[in-house]
């Protein structure tokens, strides 16, 4: 609450910096720098250092809408975009948590496109929905970065690039190795009872690893009981799971969209009187997660999330990069993956394939874990 409060306090005065010193358009030149300079405020002056820092001697204001600060990931990526876009490093970064709710993300893009920002950069929650607000930034002459979860517009000249995961990949690497390990283990596919706590509707995340776990369960002959979604967060995935559980009594897969979900999802079925852990055949509840932080990979050392796909929330010097790129006058690429691992409590299954693709799994050991960043 307090952190927000301040960071409120801080675009309301880089507001005031923009509105006061940059009355062209929305790319920045040096002679905006200038007037700017000439117009000093507290956001300014604190800016200054920065300006000297930075090559071509001008502070890119970069207005960003954050979807929120629903689980351990988001907060991982909130951080990576304001280490990286700092004053230090020759920023003003205009920062908005829109609390999940796309309105307030349109609301802040438009607040954006009036403060004449050099770059608008959006997380958004959904994928749809974008086309109007979007058209906009790009009449203002503004450049728009998505980062993370991806934009469906029926225009792509909308936005300028985009960087993040490959979601359904994350769900294909997940299914496969459940069904590399049923086999190994000798499990009958049609005696997997598997429940899908899934993300945000609408949001990438959410498509890419439902299909991912939908297509498996078509192809493999899976039950698949139920699929509702914990909207990435520990309350509501731990509520789910408490009423998955009043619902079926043959539960031994729960696949969770996210590493929230699931320590909501573990505290539901513990309070439940189950074991959460990989001997489906002895009774045991598997869990199934994704994103990979620091604290998903210690419940995985400790045998409650069996497997775990790592999706990098490490998104702001990707975004930099583009950045700098275009201030260079480059070209971009308009897509961009990032490679991620998969982590498992044992080497049961060395590695899975994808489209032809091979990709090693990591058992997750407290090495493992000290390495992780987030
Ligand atoms: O997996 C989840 C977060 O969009 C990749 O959103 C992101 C997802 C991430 O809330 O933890």
């Known amino acids: 609450m307090k952190k927000k409060m301040i960071s409120t306090i801080l675009a309301l005065s880089m507001v005031t910096a923009v509105?006061?010193?940059?009355?062209?358009?929305?790319?920045?030149?040096?002679?905006?720098?200038?007037a700017k300079a000439d117009t000093t405020t507290a956001a300014e002056a604190a800016t200054t250092k920065a300006d000297s820092a930075d090559d071509s001697g001008k502070t890119l204001t970069i207005g960003f809408s954050q979807v929120g600060a629903e689980s351990d990931w988001r907060t991982a990526n909130t951080e990576?975009?304001?280490s990286t876009f700092s004053a230090e490093n020759g920023y003003n970064l205009i920062f908005d948590d829109a609390q999940q709710k796309q309105e307030n993300q349109i609301t802040a893009?438009?607040?954006?496109?009036?403060?004449?920002?050099?770059?608008?950069?959006?997380?958004?929650?959904?994928?749809?929905?974008?086309?109007?607000?979007?058209q906009e930034a790009k009449d203002a002459g503004i450049l728009v970065i998505i980062v993370d979860r991806m934009v469906n517009v029926s225009d792509d000249s909308l936005y300028?690039?985009?960087v993040g995961s490959d979601f359904e990949?994350?769900?294909?690497?997940?299914?496969?190795?459940?069904?590399?390990?049923?086999?190994?283990?000798?499990?009958?596919?049609k005696s997997l009872n598997i429940v899908d706590i899934q993300g945000t509707i609408g949001a990438s995340a959410q498509i890419g690893r439902t299909k991912g776990l939908q297509d498996?369960?078509?192809k493999y002959g899976w039950n698949l009981l139920e699929a509702t979604t914990g909207e990435f967060t520990q309350a509501k995935g731990q509520e789910v799971m408490e009423s998955m559980l009043k619902s079926y009594d043959n539960i031994n897969v729960v696949y969770c969209e996210n590493d929230n979900e699931a320590?909501?999802?573990?505290?539901?079925?513990?309070?439940?009187?189950?074991?959460?852990?990989?001997d489906i055949a002895n009774g045991?509840?598997?869990?199934?997660?994704?994103?990979?932080?620091?604290?998903?990979?210690?419940?995985?050392?400790?045998?409650?999330?069996?497997?775990?796909?790592?999706?990098?929330?490490?998104?702001?010097?990707r975004v930099e990069d583009i950045i700098k790129a275009l201030e260079a006058g480059q070209t971009v690429d308009k897509k961009k993956y990032v490679d991620e691992s998969i982590f498992a409590v044992d080497d049961t299954v060395k590695s899975v394939t994808v489209d032809g693709n091979s990709y090693d799994v990591t058992v997750v050991t407290q090495d493992v874990i000290d390495q992780r960043a987030y």
């Open 169 to 189: 990949l994350e769900g294909q690497k997940a299914a496969e190795w459940l069904n590399s390990f049923a086999t190994a283990k000798g499990i009958d596919p």
């Open 284 to 317: 045991e509840v598997m869990v199934m997660s994704f994103d990979s932080t620091k604290a998903s990979l210690t419940d995985v050392l400790s045998k409650k999330i069996t497997l775990n796909t790592e999706c990098n929330p490490l998104h702001g010097p």
């Open 80 to 82: 990576s975009m304001k």
């Open 160 to 162: 300028t690039a985009w």
């Open 19 to 34: 509105l006061t010193g940059c009355s062209g358009s929305g790319s920045g030149t040096a002679a905006t720098t200038a």
């Open 109 to 134: 893009i438009r607040n954006f496109i009036q403060q004449e920002v050099d770059y608008i950069v959006l997380a958004p929650v959904t994928e749809t929905g974008w086309d109007t607000v979007l």
């Open 263 to 278: 320590f909501g999802a573990i505290d539901a079925l513990e309070a439940a009187g189950k074991t959460v852990g990989s």
């Open 216 to 218: 498996a369960v078509d």
